[in-house]
Protein backbone atom coordinates (compact mmCIF):
# COMPACT_ATOMS: atom_id res chain seq x y z
CA UNK A 1 0.00 0.00 0.00
CA UNK A 2 1.11 3.13 -0.89
CA UNK A 3 1.92 6.55 1.51
CA UNK A 4 -0.32 9.33 0.34
CA UNK A 5 1.61 11.86 0.68
CA UNK A 6 1.78 16.24 0.22
CA UNK A 7 1.74 16.28 -3.53
CA UNK A 8 -1.61 17.23 -5.35
CA UNK A 9 -4.19 14.23 -6.16
CA UNK A 10 -3.39 14.01 -10.18
CA UNK A 11 0.13 14.12 -9.14
CA UNK A 12 0.08 11.06 -6.77
CA UNK A 13 -2.13 9.13 -9.20
CA UNK A 14 0.61 9.83 -11.89
CA UNK A 15 3.30 8.73 -9.45
CA UNK A 16 2.09 5.93 -8.46
CA UNK A 17 0.85 4.42 -11.94
CA UNK A 18 4.62 4.96 -13.03
CA UNK A 19 5.74 2.50 -10.00
CA UNK A 20 3.62 0.15 -10.30
CA UNK A 21 3.99 -0.18 -14.24
CA UNK A 22 8.08 -0.38 -13.75
CA UNK A 23 7.36 -2.81 -10.57
CA UNK A 24 5.35 -5.03 -12.64
CA UNK A 25 7.74 -4.86 -15.85
CA UNK A 26 5.50 -3.38 -18.07
CA UNK A 27 7.32 -0.26 -19.48
CA UNK A 28 5.20 1.80 -20.94
CA UNK A 29 3.50 -1.49 -23.74
CA UNK A 30 -0.47 -1.23 -23.60
CA UNK A 31 -2.12 -3.94 -21.13
CA UNK A 32 -3.76 -6.93 -23.37
CA UNK A 33 -6.03 -8.46 -20.31
CA UNK A 34 -5.63 -6.53 -17.47
CA UNK A 35 -7.48 -8.97 -15.06
CA UNK A 36 -5.30 -11.48 -15.76
CA UNK A 37 -2.53 -8.97 -14.46
CA UNK A 38 -4.18 -8.17 -11.83
CA UNK A 39 -5.22 -12.04 -10.05
CA UNK A 40 -1.99 -13.57 -11.25
CA UNK A 41 0.83 -10.40 -10.49
CA UNK A 42 -1.14 -8.27 -7.83
CA UNK A 43 -3.45 -11.66 -6.59
CA UNK A 44 -6.89 -9.38 -6.45
CA UNK A 45 -10.06 -11.70 -6.96
CA UNK A 46 -12.01 -9.85 -9.84
CA UNK A 47 -15.52 -11.17 -10.47
CA UNK A 48 -17.70 -9.90 -13.21
CA UNK A 49 -21.16 -9.64 -11.89
CA UNK A 50 -24.49 -7.73 -13.21
CA UNK A 51 -24.19 -4.44 -11.15
CA UNK A 52 -27.42 -2.89 -10.55
CA UNK A 53 -28.71 -0.19 -11.09
CA UNK A 54 -26.21 -0.10 -14.25
CA UNK A 55 -24.28 3.39 -13.66
CA UNK A 56 -21.95 1.42 -10.87
CA UNK A 57 -19.49 0.36 -12.39
CA UNK A 58 -17.30 -1.35 -9.79
CA UNK A 59 -16.88 -2.56 -6.08
CA UNK A 60 -13.85 -3.26 -4.03
CA UNK A 61 -13.22 -4.42 -0.78
CA UNK A 62 -10.49 -5.90 1.11
CA UNK A 63 -10.73 -8.91 3.14
CA UNK A 64 -7.73 -10.21 5.78
CA UNK A 65 -8.65 -13.82 4.61
CA UNK A 66 -9.34 -13.22 1.31
CA UNK A 67 -7.79 -10.02 -0.11
CA UNK A 68 -8.98 -7.50 -2.32
CA UNK A 69 -11.55 -7.87 -3.96
CA UNK A 70 -12.88 -6.28 -7.58
CA UNK A 71 -17.02 -6.55 -8.62
CA UNK A 72 -16.67 -5.33 -12.32
CA UNK A 73 -20.18 -4.54 -13.94
CA UNK A 74 -20.19 -7.20 -16.30
CA UNK A 75 -23.29 -5.18 -18.38
CA UNK A 76 -20.57 -2.56 -19.37
CA UNK A 77 -18.39 -3.06 -22.55
CA UNK A 78 -14.48 -4.07 -21.52
CA UNK A 79 -13.04 -0.73 -22.56
CA UNK A 80 -15.28 0.47 -19.65
CA UNK A 81 -14.53 -2.32 -17.63
CA UNK A 82 -10.71 -2.13 -17.88
CA UNK A 83 -11.07 1.83 -16.42
CA UNK A 84 -13.10 0.52 -13.50
CA UNK A 85 -10.56 -2.07 -12.47
CA UNK A 86 -7.92 0.17 -12.77
CA UNK A 87 -9.73 2.51 -10.66
CA UNK A 88 -10.79 0.12 -8.21
CA UNK A 89 -6.83 -1.40 -8.50
CA UNK A 90 -5.93 2.33 -7.09
CA UNK A 91 -8.04 2.26 -4.04
CA UNK A 92 -6.43 -0.93 -2.88
CA UNK A 93 -2.99 0.51 -3.66
CA UNK A 94 -3.97 3.69 -1.50
CA UNK A 95 -7.11 3.47 0.91
CA UNK A 96 -6.04 -0.74 1.54
CA UNK A 97 -9.14 -0.91 3.95
CA UNK A 98 -11.79 1.22 3.07
CA UNK A 99 -14.78 -0.47 0.58
CA UNK A 100 -15.93 1.38 -2.53
CA UNK A 101 -18.45 2.06 -4.94
CA UNK A 102 -17.52 3.60 -8.10
CA UNK A 103 -19.87 5.47 -10.60
CA UNK A 104 -17.78 6.59 -13.76
CA UNK A 105 -18.28 10.28 -14.98
CA UNK A 106 -19.69 11.80 -11.60
CA UNK A 107 -16.95 14.09 -11.38
CA UNK A 108 -18.18 17.20 -9.63
CA UNK A 109 -17.47 17.27 -5.76
CA UNK A 110 -14.93 13.72 -6.36
CA UNK A 111 -12.65 13.25 -3.15
CA UNK A 112 -9.10 13.31 -2.77
CA UNK A 113 -8.85 10.12 -2.88
CA UNK A 114 -11.12 9.60 -5.75
CA UNK A 115 -8.86 11.83 -7.70
CA UNK A 116 -6.35 9.70 -6.79
CA UNK A 117 -7.82 6.90 -8.36
CA UNK A 118 -9.08 8.38 -11.54
CA UNK A 119 -5.80 9.52 -12.19
CA UNK A 120 -3.81 6.41 -11.68
CA UNK A 121 -6.51 4.63 -13.69
CA UNK A 122 -5.85 7.02 -16.63
CA UNK A 123 -1.99 6.70 -16.53
CA UNK A 124 -1.65 3.30 -15.70
CA UNK A 125 -3.79 2.40 -18.94
CA UNK A 126 -2.60 4.79 -21.13
CA UNK A 127 1.15 6.51 -19.84
CA UNK A 128 2.45 9.37 -20.82
CA UNK A 129 5.10 8.39 -22.89
CA UNK A 130 3.71 5.52 -24.89
CA UNK A 131 0.64 7.47 -25.55
CA UNK A 132 2.74 10.00 -26.87
CA UNK A 133 4.81 7.87 -28.71
CA UNK A 134 2.04 5.96 -30.87
CA UNK A 135 0.21 9.61 -31.49
CA UNK A 136 3.85 10.80 -32.64
CA UNK A 137 4.33 7.41 -35.28
CA UNK A 138 1.19 8.27 -36.54
CA UNK A 139 1.39 11.74 -37.40
CA UNK A 140 5.51 11.25 -38.45
CA UNK A 141 3.94 8.46 -40.73
CA UNK A 142 0.69 10.20 -42.13
CA UNK A 143 1.80 13.68 -41.67
CA UNK A 144 -1.47 14.34 -39.54
CA UNK A 145 -4.00 12.07 -37.09
CA UNK A 146 -7.35 11.81 -38.15
CA UNK A 147 -10.04 10.65 -35.69
CA UNK A 148 -10.15 7.09 -37.48
CA UNK A 149 -6.20 7.20 -36.30
CA UNK A 150 -7.73 7.83 -32.61
CA UNK A 151 -10.39 4.94 -33.00
CA UNK A 152 -7.35 2.92 -33.75
CA UNK A 153 -5.00 4.17 -30.81
CA UNK A 154 -7.73 3.55 -28.27
CA UNK A 155 -8.05 0.30 -29.38
CA UNK A 156 -4.65 -0.40 -29.25
CA UNK A 157 -4.65 0.93 -25.58
CA UNK A 158 -7.66 -0.84 -24.78
CA UNK A 159 -9.63 2.15 -23.55
CA UNK A 160 -12.48 3.75 -25.27
CA UNK A 161 -12.32 6.68 -27.82
CA UNK A 162 -13.72 9.37 -25.56
CA UNK A 163 -11.36 7.99 -22.88
CA UNK A 164 -8.22 8.17 -24.86
CA UNK A 165 -9.92 12.06 -26.57
CA UNK A 166 -9.51 13.66 -22.91
CA UNK A 167 -6.26 12.05 -22.50
CA UNK A 168 -4.88 13.65 -25.43
CA UNK A 169 -6.12 16.75 -24.71
CA UNK A 170 -4.66 16.85 -21.66
CA UNK A 171 -1.52 16.15 -23.17
CA UNK A 172 -2.35 18.97 -25.67
CA UNK A 173 -2.29 16.52 -28.26
CA UNK A 174 -5.60 17.20 -30.08
CA UNK A 175 -7.95 20.44 -29.33
CA UNK A 176 -9.58 20.53 -26.62
CA UNK A 177 -13.57 19.78 -26.95
CA UNK A 178 -12.59 17.68 -29.92
CA UNK A 179 -14.77 14.30 -28.55
CA UNK A 180 -17.58 16.26 -28.14
CA UNK A 181 -17.64 18.04 -31.11
CA UNK A 182 -17.34 14.80 -33.07
CA UNK A 183 -19.67 13.45 -31.43
CA UNK A 184 -22.44 16.25 -32.50
CA UNK A 185 -21.06 15.62 -36.21
CA UNK A 186 -22.61 12.05 -35.73
CA UNK A 187 -19.35 10.75 -35.85
CA UNK A 188 -19.85 6.88 -34.85
CA UNK A 189 -17.52 5.59 -33.36
CA UNK A 190 -18.70 1.56 -33.54
CA UNK A 191 -19.24 2.18 -36.94
CA UNK A 192 -15.30 2.86 -37.72
CA UNK A 193 -14.36 -0.02 -35.86
CA UNK A 194 -16.44 -2.53 -38.08
CA UNK A 195 -14.68 -0.10 -40.90
CA UNK A 196 -11.09 -1.15 -39.81
CA UNK A 197 -11.72 -4.27 -38.71
CA UNK A 198 -11.10 -4.05 -35.09
CA UNK A 199 -12.04 -6.95 -33.15
CA UNK A 200 -13.86 -6.81 -29.85
CA UNK A 201 -10.54 -6.04 -27.03
CA UNK A 202 -9.34 -9.51 -25.66
CA UNK A 203 -11.36 -10.27 -22.71
CA UNK A 204 -11.54 -12.49 -19.79
CA UNK A 205 -15.16 -12.17 -18.41
CA UNK A 206 -15.83 -15.14 -16.57
CA UNK A 207 -18.22 -14.78 -13.15
CA UNK A 208 -15.89 -15.92 -10.68
CA UNK A 209 -11.80 -15.25 -10.83
CA UNK A 210 -9.49 -18.33 -11.60
CA UNK A 211 -8.61 -18.85 -8.00
CA UNK A 212 -12.42 -19.57 -7.63
CA UNK A 213 -12.41 -21.53 -10.72
CA UNK A 214 -9.77 -23.80 -9.73
CA UNK A 215 -10.88 -24.58 -6.83
CA UNK A 216 -13.81 -25.84 -7.50
CA UNK A 217 -12.31 -27.88 -10.16
CA UNK A 218 -10.40 -29.63 -7.44
CA UNK A 219 -13.29 -30.06 -5.16
CA UNK A 220 -15.16 -32.13 -8.36
CA UNK A 221 -11.61 -33.55 -8.81
CA UNK A 222 -11.71 -34.79 -5.19
CA UNK A 223 -15.46 -35.45 -5.20
CA UNK A 224 -16.47 -33.39 -2.78
CA UNK A 225 -19.06 -31.93 -4.84
CA UNK A 226 -21.18 -33.26 -7.98
CA UNK A 227 -21.18 -32.08 -11.40
CA UNK A 228 -24.53 -30.58 -10.96
CA UNK A 229 -23.00 -28.78 -7.95
CA UNK A 230 -20.37 -27.92 -9.95
CA UNK A 231 -21.83 -25.92 -12.46
CA UNK A 232 -23.67 -23.97 -9.77
CA UNK A 233 -21.08 -22.98 -8.42
CA UNK A 234 -20.09 -21.49 -11.66
CA UNK A 235 -23.09 -19.98 -12.34
CA UNK A 236 -23.06 -22.17 -15.96
CA UNK A 237 -24.75 -24.77 -17.42
CA UNK A 238 -23.20 -28.07 -17.87
CA UNK A 239 -22.01 -27.75 -21.08
CA UNK A 240 -20.32 -24.93 -20.27
CA UNK A 241 -19.30 -26.45 -16.77
CA UNK A 242 -17.51 -29.37 -18.89
CA UNK A 243 -15.30 -26.54 -20.88
CA UNK A 244 -14.00 -24.97 -17.72
CA UNK A 245 -13.13 -28.15 -15.92
CA UNK A 246 -11.46 -29.64 -19.19
CA UNK A 247 -9.74 -26.68 -19.65
CA UNK A 248 -8.23 -26.07 -15.93
CA UNK A 249 -8.48 -29.76 -14.56
CA UNK A 250 -4.71 -30.98 -14.86
CA UNK A 251 -6.03 -34.87 -14.08
CA UNK A 252 -8.42 -37.15 -15.80
CA UNK A 253 -11.77 -35.49 -16.39
CA UNK A 254 -14.59 -36.80 -14.69
CA UNK A 255 -17.28 -35.52 -16.88
CA UNK A 256 -18.52 -38.61 -19.09
Known sequence: EYEVGKLKAAELGESIALEERQ???????????????????????????????????????????????????SQHPEAR???????????????????????????????????????????????????????????????????????EMAHYF?????????????????????????KEQGFRVRDVQQQLGLEDLPAARQRLPLRHQLLAVEALDQGLVSEAQFGQLLGVDQIKAREIFLSLSASSPSFE
Do not use: W
Open 23 to 73: RLGLSDKPIPILRTLLEQEVGLRIYYLPLKPSKYSAIYVYSDQIGGCIAVN
Open 81 to 151: DRLSLAHDYGHFLTSRYKPMVYIEGIYRGRSFGEVICDQFAVHFLMPTTGITRRFSDIRKSKGKVTPYDLV
Open 158 to 182: GVSFEALSYRLEALNLIPSGMFEHL
